[in-house]
């Protein structure tokens, strides 16, 4: 037998064919090495401060409890606090949202794998008589029955489906993250509006006492009229101030069911009044500022956690985009019977089965993938600034709550010494006007300077009260792990 021997042309077309086949693929390898170029995650360098400006200085070896809201010492708050985790609408979405961040990862993590389906299909099909496709004596009227087990999987070799893996982590995490925060903002909020309630409680307890008092004065003073020893001009400004201290009671008593509206949507509740036995405006504890805050607590608010898991998965997407530059390659295949009896469909001989693998290689597309990982890089600087932001805002934050709780407790102290200084000045104005020394209108004076720096005593207390909530919020919470932390790098 002559053995087979092409021609020249032929020869030269086989040679040519071959190399640009080779041309082409290393240009194919080429691009796809270039499109797997992958800048791996660091965290943006973010110059923070040591410490802050406020606050006691020293190593940070004081742990916060997580539930940093019983350092106030109230068993109300504390019982509060514990309804809203239970029943507080916000934190049931939140934790609703993390239920779908977890399946969307578990889907991701899921394309990573084979998909096997199960099927089966029976049909009955008639053919013309006028169509020639088959000779005399063959059955133009049949049933065809089949079933099949299908396979199809998509070869990873880029890391596309493990990079979108790791982004629905990252944003099952963020989301994660958010239900803390959910919880760390619903903590704050209740302590904030059941101090406001003391304080309204407080406000309406002075307004009532001091209506008692301005009411005994003003009937001696219409038993002083009737024997024309003061004038109408006293009795009348003894009478407005009593009207004016009238006028502060139903404020407060509609501030004080609009509080307890409030935190009645905080519990879950539908209205209602808010129990509060033994608690006042003087059982909360004011707790303690540890000393030497590091700014490395910042790292661990919800917030910030949350703002660097999507950067992250925002990372990972700019590869996602990337891989569209390589070949997908794929195996699909099946297995099962056929036959037109359905009593012969697992009869031998009616096997059948076919297995493929397929490439596709994109070759141009009008940009659209560049712009995909334009798209995506953009994405992730969006990320970025939004990280740095939640940490320069988390740092402000934190300022802002120490420097009002310092100058809240000053403020506090300060209020105090007035209120006491005020009650001497009233009973002096008191014992001059009785001794004829001075006009009616210098113990009107008194007595509202007496009442307004009462109120404002309570004001300020309830202020360096929420500073406090106000700090620990800023802060993230408890920092039981990290001051461990700080204290095992501080052991020589």
Same mark, same amino acid.
């Given at each position: 037998?002559?053995?087979?021997?092409?021609?020249?042309?032929?020869?030269?077309?086989?040679?040519?064919?071959?190399? &640009?086949?080779?041309?082409?693929?290393?240009?194919?390898?080429?691009?796809? %090495?270039?499109?797997?170029?992958?800048?791996?995650?660091?965290?943006?360098?973010?110059?923070?401060?040591?410490?802050?400006?406020?606050?006691?200085?020293?190593?940070?070896?004081?742990?916060?409890?997580?539930?940093?809201?019983?350092?106030?010492?109230?068993?109300?708050?504390?019982?509060?606090?514990?309804?809203?985790?239970?029943?507080?609408?916000?934190?049931?979405?939140?934790?609703?949202?993390?239920?779908?961040?977890?399946?969307?990862?578990?889907?991701?993590?899921?394309?990573? &794998?084979?998909?096997?389906?199960?099927?089966?299909?029976?049909?009955?099909?008639?053919?013309?008589?006028?169509?020639?496709?088959?000779?005399?004596?063959?059955?133009?009227?049949?049933?065809?029955?089949?079933?099949?087990?299908?396979?199809? &999987?998509?070869?990873?070799?880029?890391?596309?489906?493990? +990079?979108?893996?790791?982004?629905?982590?990252?944003?099952?995490?963020?989301?994660?993250?958010?239900?803390?925060?959910?919880?760390?903002?619903?903590?704050?909020?209740?302590?904030?509006?059941?101090?406001?309630?003391?304080?309204?409680?407080?406000?309406?307890?002075?307004?009532?006492?001091?209506?008692?008092?301005?009411?005994?004065?003003?009937?001696?003073?219409?038993?002083?009229?009737?024997?024309?020893?003061?004038?109408?001009?006293?009795?009348?400004?003894?009478?407005?101030?009593?009207?004016?201290?009238?006028?502060?009671?139903?404020?407060?008593?509609?501030?004080?069911?609009?509080?307890?509206?409030?935190?009645?949507?905080?519990?879950?509740?539908?209205?209602?009044?808010?129990?509060?036995?033994?608690?006042?405006?003087?059982?909360?504890?004011?707790?303690?500022?540890?000393?030497?805050?590091?700014?490395?607590?910042?790292?661990?608010?919800?917030?910030?956690?949350?703002?660097?898991?999507?950067?992250?998965?925002?990372?990972? +997407?700019?590869?996602?985009?990337?891989?569209? &530059?390589?070949?997908?390659?794929?195996?699909?295949?099946?297995?099962?019977?056929?036959?037109?009896?359905?009593?012969?469909?697992?009869?031998?001989?009616?096997?059948?089965?076919?297995?493929?693998?397929?490439?596709?290689?994109?070759?141009?597309?009008?940009?659209?993938?560049?712009?995909?990982?334009?798209?995506?890089?953009?994405?992730?600087?969006?990320?970025?600034?939004?990280?740095?932001?939640?940490?320069?805002?988390?740092?402000?934050?934190?300022?802002?709550?120490?420097?009002?709780?310092?100058?809240?407790?000053?403020?506090?102290?300060?209020?105090?010494?007035?209120?006491?200084?005020?009650?001497?000045?009233?009973?002096?104005?008191?014992?001059?006007?009785?001794?004829?020394?001075?006009?009616?209108?210098?113990?009107?004076?008194?007595?509202?300077?007496?009442?307004?720096?009462?109120?404002?005593?309570?004001?300020?207390?309830?202020?360096?009260?929420?500073?406090?909530?106000?700090?620990?919020?800023?802060?993230?919470? %408890?920092?039981?792990?990290?001051?461990?932390?700080?204290?095992?790098?501080?052991?020589?």
């Amino acid at each position: 037998m002559t053995p087979f021997c092409p021609s020249a042309p032929a020869r030269r077309f086989g040679l040519r064919a071959v190399r &640009y086949a080779g041309l082409g693929l290393s240009a194919a390898v080429l691009l796809t %090495g270039c499109a797997s170029l992958r800048t791996k995650y660091e965290r943006p360098a973010v110059a923070l401060p040591d410490g802050y400006s406020e606050g006691p200085e020293g190593a940070a070896t004081a742990a916060v409890p997580d539930a940093w809201w019983k350092l106030f010492g109230d068993p109300n708050l504390d019982r509060l606090i514990d309804e809203a985790f239970g029943a507080n609408q916000d934190l049931a979405a939140a934790a609703a949202r993390v239920e779908e961040a977890q399946a969307l990862a578990g889907f991701a993590h899921a394309e990573r &794998y084979p998909e096997f389906n199960a099927g089966g299909n029976a049909s009955r099909t008639r053919f013309s008589n006028a169509s020639g496709q088959f000779p005399p004596g063959v059955p133009l009227e049949f049933n065809s029955f089949r079933t099949t087990v299908s396979a199809s &999987y998509e070869f990873d070799f880029w890391g596309r489906f493990r +990079r979108a893996s790791e982004a629905a982590r990252a944003e099952l995490l963020a989301t994660e993250e958010g239900r803390k925060n959910v919880r760390l903002a619903l903590a704050s909020e209740v302590a904030t509006a059941w101090f406001d309630l003391l304080s309204l409680d407080r406000q309406l307890s002075i307004a009532r006492e001091t209506l008692g008092t301005r009411g005994e004065s003003v009937r001696i003073q219409v038993a002083r009229y009737d024997a024309g020893t003061i004038s109408e001009l006293d009795l009348a400004q003894a009478q407005s101030e009593v009207a004016s201290t009238e006028a502060t009671v139903p404020a407060l008593t509609r501030a004080i069911r609009q509080t307890e509206n409030r935190l009645n949507v905080l519990l879950g509740r539908f209205g209602g009044d808010i129990e509060r036995p033994g608690s006042t405006l003087e059982t909360p504890t004011l707790p303690e500022v540890p000393a030497g805050l590091p700014s490395q607590l910042l790292a661990r608010r919800p917030d910030v956690v949350a703002a660097e898991q999507r950067l992250i998965a925002a990372n990972a +997407r700019i590869f996602i985009a990337r891989a569209a &530059y390589f070949p997908s390659i794929s195996l699909t295949g099946y297995a099962g019977s056929e036959s037109t009896d359905l009593a012969d469909l697992f009869a031998s001989g009616t096997g059948i089965w076919q297995a493929a693998l397929g490439v596709l290689q994109p070759i141009w597309n009008a940009n659209r993938t560049r712009r995909q990982v334009e798209a995506s890089t953009a994405r992730e600087k969006q990320a970025e600034a939004a990280y740095q932001k939640a940490i320069q805002s988390a740092f402000a934050e934190v300022e802002d709550a120490l420097i009002a709780r310092a100058t809240g407790v000053t403020e506090r102290e300060a209020r105090a010494r007035q209120v006491e200084a005020l009650g001497r000045a009233r009973n002096l104005a008191d014992l001059r006007y009785d001794a004829g020394e001075s006009s009616y209108f210098e113990v009107l004076d008194a007595q509202r300077s007496q009442f307004v720096a009462q109120l404002t005593w309570t004001q300020a207390r309830r202020d360096e009260l929420v500073a406090a909530v106000a700090l620990f919020k800023a802060l993230g919470g %408890g920092w039981e792990e990290v001051a461990a932390e700080v204290a095992v790098a501080h052991t020589p």
